[in-house]
């Protein structure tokens, strides 16, 4: 075969891929067309809350899809009426929009509180966002990421959306103006290397934004569906954002998302919002089953003991080899590695079968399935380890 013509030729280059060709998953467990299996700690980038097809949601796909697979958003359908419902019994928000993917529940958030500005707030619609945040890949909100790297694509981007530094409340005062109408944030910065926003914060933050009428908007599409060992995060922090977004888990890998807000920000309006396949009942169908497990407090309790777990094992990774901190929260973690060895340390573990994450050139951030078991943190301990050592041993003769 000419390289022309290799199927890897089909599809568009966004991403350095390695070779493997990925055909079955179970678990916390993928296996590639050669049969070599891999142990899975980025799970799609915290997508698969219980793992590679699990049972729950491979039944209610199958058997959805034979009921109804999409009547149209123009139409009212059971599966989305009861995710919605469970959504707003869960939570503290009283309003549901389904979307396909985190960034699109974004862009529903930011055009939410644009609206709001418009109705209420005499137009205000810039909204303030964070150096070092990612909120996703469509132009407004690359905008409202304050990602470096994007910083130089796609100009001109969408304009209103200042950045303040995260746990810096006198950075966000700052850029409060009366154009301003809502604050938005991800809880733990995930992309850029798990760093999270102290509740000491949020609380501030929630306090700051009610005292000048703005809208608190969470953006929990990393952190929600139990990754931190609460159902959402805020639940940490016991405040209340007016909107929240979440995507990621809440299909437990198929693309559904989510933008919730409360009924005094449930602004839009007919012809406002909208998309062909938002809120199918196959997506919405898969949400219910994940939520029905994920919300258990039991389960939240087991997320809460695994990210412990974990934590601890890092921390004696990190003593043993000498480097950083770990910091995160629950299931979403990160081992500091103080010098940019991350790149390498992925594709040597990749070589191992483990597959790990390095969001930065001196960090890996580790998001199993929320249901990963002890010995499968075990085993990627001792992988970790295993490179770690050859990486020292590698720098020494260096
Ligand atoms: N927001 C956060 C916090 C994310 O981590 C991501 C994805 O990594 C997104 C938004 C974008 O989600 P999606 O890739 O589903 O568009």
């Given at each position: 075969?000419?390289?022309?013509?290799?199927?890897?030729?089909?599809?568009?280059?966004?991403?350095?891929?390695?070779?493997?060709?990925?055909?079955?998953?179970?678990?916390?467990?993928?296996?590639?067309?050669?049969?070599?299996?891999?142990?899975?700690?980025?799970?799609?980038?915290?997508?698969?809350?219980?793992?590679?097809?699990?049972?729950?949601?491979?039944?209610?796909?199958?058997?959805?899809?034979?009921?109804?697979i999409?009547?149209?958003?123009?139409?009212?359908?059971?599966?989305?009426?009861?995710?919605?419902?469970?959504?707003?019994d869960?939570?503290?928000?009283?309003?549901?929009?389904?979307?396909?993917?985190?960034?699109?529940?974004?862009?529903?958030?930011?055009?939410?509180?644009?609206?709001?500005?418009?109705?209420?707030?005499?137009?205000?619609?810039?909204?303030?966002?964070?150096?070092?945040?990612?909120?996703?890949?469509?132009?407004?909100?690359?905008?409202?990421?304050?990602?470096?790297?994007?910083?130089?694509?796609?100009?001109?981007?969408?304009?209103?959306?200042?950045?303040?530094?995260?746990?810096?409340?006198?950075?966000?005062?700052?850029?409060?103006?009366?154009?301003?109408?809502?604050?938005?944030?991800?809880?733990?910065?995930?992309?850029?290397?798990?760093?999270?926003?102290?509740?000491q914060?949020?609380?501030?933050?929630?306090?700051?934004?009610?005292?000048?009428?703005?809208?608190?908007i969470?953006?929990?599409?990393?952190?929600?569906?139990?990754?931190?060992?609460?159902?959402?995060?805020?639940?940490?922090?016991e405040?209340?954002?007016?909107?929240?977004?979440?995507g990621k888990?809440i299909?437990?890998?198929?693309?559904?998302?989510?933008?919730?807000?409360?009924?005094?920000?449930?602004?839009?309006e007919?012809?406002?919002?909208?998309?062909?396949?938002?809120?199918?009942?196959?997506?919405?169908?898969a949400g219910?089953?994940?939520?029905?497990?994920?919300?258990?407090?039991?389960?939240?309790?087991?997320?809460a003991?695994?990210?412990?777990?974990?934590?601890?094992?890092?921390?004696?990774?990190?003593?043993?080899?000498?480097?950083g901190?770990?910091?995160?929260?629950?299931?979403l973690?990160?081992?500091?590695?103080?010098?940019?060895?991350?790149?390498?340390?992925?594709?040597?573990?990749?070589?191992?079968?483990?597959?790990?994450?390095?969001?930065?050139?001196?960090?890996?951030?580790?998001?199993?399935?929320?249901?990963?078991?002890?010995?499968?943190?075990?085993?990627?301990?001792?992988?970790?380890?295993?490179?770690?050592i050859?990486?020292?041993?590698?720098?020494?003769?260096?």
């Open positions: 075969m000419t390289n022309a013509t290799h199927p890897f030729k089909a599809l568009m280059e966004i991403t350095a891929r390695p070779p493997a060709v990925f055909v079955r998953g179970e678990g916390s467990f993928l296996w590639d067309d050669t049969g070599k299996r891999y142990l899975d700690f980025i799970q799609g980038w915290a997508v698969n809350c219980l793992g590679h097809s699990p049972p729950a949601v491979a039944e209610v796909l199958a058997a959805q899809a034979q009921r109804l999409t009547p149209s958003p123009a139409y009212y359908n059971d599966a989305s009426l009861k995710l919605a419902k469970a959504l707003v869960q939570s503290c928000f009283d309003r549901v929009f389904f979307a396909n993917s985190g960034a699109e529940a974004n862009e529903g958030a930011i055009k939410l509180a644009r609206k709001y500005g418009a109705l209420h707030r005499n137009g205000a619609h810039e909204i303030i966002t964070f150096e070092g945040g990612f909120h996703g890949r469509t132009l407004a909100t690359m905008s409202a990421s304050g990602k470096t790297a994007f910083a130089p694509l796609f100009e001109p981007k969408v304009s209103g959306f200042p950045k303040a530094r995260l746990n810096d409340l006198a950075s966000v005062k700052e850029l409060i103006s009366d154009k301003t109408v809502a604050v938005m944030l991800e809880p733990i910065q995930g992309e850029a290397g798990v760093w999270p926003a102290t509740d914060f949020l609380r501030e933050l929630r306090e700051l934004t009610r005292a000048n009428g703005l809208l608190l969470f953006d929990e599409i990393q952190t929600g569906i139990g990754r931190t060992g609460k159902l959402f995060h805020y639940e940490h922090v405040i209340a954002p007016d909107i929240m977004t979440l888990g299909g437990g890998g198929v693309p559904l998302a989510a933008l919730l807000a409360t009924e005094a920000v449930s602004c839009f007919h012809g406002d919002q909208g998309g062909t396949f938002n809120g199918n009942p196959l997506m919405c169908a219910f089953a994940v939520l029905q497990q994920v919300a258990a407090p039991d389960f939240l309790k087991s997320v003991d695994a990210g412990l777990y974990l934590e601890g094992e890092l921390k004696r990774l990190s003593v043993r080899h000498a480097l901190e770990v910091r995160g929260r629950g299931l973690l990160a081992l500091d590695l103080k010098v940019p060895i991350a790149a390498s340390i992925v594709v040597q573990a990749f070589d191992d079968g483990v597959l790990l994450n390095a969001p930065q050139p001196n960090a890996l951030r580790f998001m199993p399935a929320l249901n990963v078991a002890r010995e499968e943190i075990g085993l990627m301990i001792d992988c970790l380890d295993a490179v770690l050859r990486t020292g041993a590698a720098r020494r003769v260096a």
